[in-house]
């Protein structure tokens, strides 16, 4: 009876963490028009009021970035409060099994923006998040249909639940004495020859890995063949099975990584240092270290 | 490239249908590109009759706005300076830098304005456009309002701009085009955008909030509770010089209204701001450095309206003793707010 208890509470409480995700991690613009009619399907536009107005994806709802990255004190690009986060996700018209795609400029240059506005929703506890490969540059350029009429979505349900697995903050990060952790900066910064003005030191964090966010996209502005990053990071001797950790300066680059290893290639445990260096670095008991690869 | 204009609208457009001459002078049947430009006249809505003669009420309004005659910042400094400063003032001061900032109505409808020597060229190939508020209020408004609004300063947009609404959306042609009588500065519009105007603080969806604006009516202004993040205060303006510039959120007692606790923002005139003119400032203590403020950074929650002890405890951002500018005006004791008890 015990045991029979035990499995049934297991059970419960692995049910909602096993509802499988039933749409691609990365979409491009032929999957994305042919499932615009789609009623549970959500085009998240994060780029500025003025672009979005100027011409966006047909049906596409604008949640600007900055509803989704907010300076928390003095650390940049922080999460919304919960509370603030369900305000904005519900006024985009978004239920807990909405199918939600989200849209930024490009994907060269703002890929690392998508993808942390994609690991946003993630951490709150959407299943059924993806991001548009090429974004709305993409788009326009395939002729894909847009729109200048605002989008007034209906209200949403869905209520922001944090999934802590996916989160790092510092403390854990200090403590995680077995995990990989990923260094999603520049080689530079990495080496510690340049930094950024928000990190207070040079170089990295001792046993980092250097893998840095620019490595994921083509030329032209795409994801990478999903073949091509698994190879980089096995190259680079990462464990897809350990627990992984990835950080930068703000925890924006850091999500390229932590999208394709925890959504793309499947890994079990990864999770993104928010505060990353910004916090990190700040901290003088913890000593980056320059001048050395790892 | 920006200056590239639309061939089609040459003939479509009541404007551009006159003929370029009719604007900007200069010399159609020339045969060199120098030749024609001779008294080529680069903004031709600085005269504003060449607009008001078929936009005659606009016209003759916006003669009189605060965007034209930038008077506003004239009379921000009048009171401090004495009968023989206003005149230097008005002579030197005035015309190089603040009216230089004037708006033309090009400004708004033709063509992004220059600032510090950058143009974003023609809005949409010199099409005469009703608004572009990215490419025309921005621009001008870029030092604090826009980056304020849009998050790109302070780091939280606000609400107003996360649900679409840009700066047209409460800052009508009624204010922009001027008022029907001159006045002094902006505070004195008749037409002008008010939280209050749109939003009734008692009909708020929830109790939490409903008591919270009753209890504050008149005490405590909509941005002391709802602004959400530091905005730009500058600081130590020299002429030529310029200033520099200091994130902040500063609560104090209004100088308009007193008793009232409000956002307040540093303003860079120093005691000799005005030295390399020749100009004393010797009643430079009769103003604050700070006046009152709407950052435009709004949001519905912020640390003061998730904790009353934010303010009445800890006094968050309460202007303190400590904080005043080191030989700053006198006036800026009185700022610095007192609960009654």
């Known amino acids: 009876m015990k045991k029979f208890l035990i499995a049934l509470i297991g059970l419960s409480v692995l049910a909602p963490m096993a509802m499988a995700r039933d749409i691609a991690s990365v979409v491009d613009a032929t999957w994305l028009e042919a499932n615009l009619a789609n009623p549970r399907l959500v085009v998240v536009d994060m780029r500025k009021v003025e672009d979005y107005k100027a011409g966006h994806i047909t049906g596409a709802v604008n949640v600007i970035g900055a509803s989704v990255y907010v300076k928390a004190g003095d650390v940049l690009n922080e999460v919304p409060q919960a509370d603030d986060l369900t305000d904005v996700l519900q006024a985009a018209g978004i239920n807990a099994d909405s199918q939600v795609v989200v849209v930024d400029t490009d994907t060269s240059a703002r890929l690392a923006w998508a993808t942390r506005v994609g690991w946003t929703l993630k951490y709150a506890g959407l299943e059924n998040v993806a991001i548009l490969d090429g974004g709305y540059a993409a788009w326009t350029k395939a002729s894909k249909p847009v729109q200048t009429d605002p989008v007034a979505a209906k209200s949403g349900s869905f209520v922001v639940k944090f999934n802590p697995a996916f989160f790092a903050d510092k403390a854990y990060v200090m403590a995680a004495k077995k995990a990989q952790i990923v260094d999603a900066r520049t080689y530079d910064t990495y080496f510690g020859v340049s930094k950024s003005a928000t990190t207070a030191q040079f170089g990295h964090y001792a046993s980092a890995w250097p893998l840095p966010s620019t490595w994921i996209a083509t030329a032209d502005g795409f994801f990478k063949p999903k073949a091509d990053l698994e190879s980089i990071a096995a190259r680079l001797g990462l464990d897809p099975k350990a627990e992984t950790i990835v950080y930068c300066d703000t925890g924006v680059a850091a999500s390229t990584w932590w999208w394709i290893m925890s959504e793309m290639l499947g890994w079990k445990s990864v999770r993104n240092f928010d505060g990353s260096s910004q916090v990190l670095a700040a901290d003088p008991s913890v000593k980056y270290i320059a001048g050395t690869w790892r | ?341």
């Open chain 2, 1 to 341: 490239m920006g200056y590239v204009i639309d061939a089609s609208l040459t003939e479509s457009d009541v404007h551009l249908s006159q003929g370029c001459v009719t604007c900007h002078s200069g010399n159609e049947n020339a045969a060199t590109r120098d030749l024609a430009h001779v008294g080529l006249v680069k903004r031709p809505s600085d005269d504003t009759d060449l607009c008001g003669s078929c936009h005659g009420d606009i016209a003759t309004n916006y003669s009189k706005s605060l965007h034209f005659t930038t008077v506003g910042m004239k009379n921000g400094v009048r009171p401090r300076l004495s009968a023989t400063d206003i005149k230097a003032f008005d002579g030197k001061v005035f015309v190089q830098s603040c009216n230089s900032c004037h708006a033309s109505c090009g400004d708004c409808h033709v063509k992004g304005p220059t600032v510090s020597g950058i143009s974003t060229g023609l809005i949409q190939g010199h099409r005469f456009v009703r608004k572009d508020d990215a490419k025309t209020c921005a621009v001008c408004h870029n030092g604090r309002v826009y980056p304020e609004f849009t998050g790109e300063y302070g780091g939280n947009a606000d609400v107003h701009y996360q649900k679409g609404m840009t700066c047209t959306d409460c800052h009508k042609p009624a204010e922009l085009h001027g008022p029907e009588a001159s006045v002094p500065g902006r505070k004195a519009l008749a037409e002008k955008p008010s939280c209050v105007g749109c939003h009734k603080p008692e009909a708020a969806k929830t109790d939490a909030a409903k008591t919270a604006h009753a209890t504050h009516a008149g005490k405590a202004s909509c941005s002391a509770c709802h602004s959400s993040s530091e905005y730009r205060n500058c600081y130590g303006c020299h002429l030529g010089a310029g200033a520099t510039s200091v994130p902040g959120l500063i609560l104090g007692d209004n100088p308009r209204k007193a008793g009232q606790l409000t956002t307040l923002r540093h303003i860079p005139t120093v005691r000799d701001t005005f030295a390399p003119a020749g100009i004393a400032q010797s009643n430079y203590d009769s103003l604050p450095n700070y006046w009152d403020a709407v950052p435009h950074n709004t949001k519905k929650r912020t640390d003061r309206t998730r904790d009353c002890a934010a303010c009445h405890v800890a006094q968050a951002h309460f202007l303190k003793e400590s904080d005043l500018p080191v030989g700053g005006s006198k006036s800026n004791q009185a700022l610095i707010f007192k609960f009654d008890k």
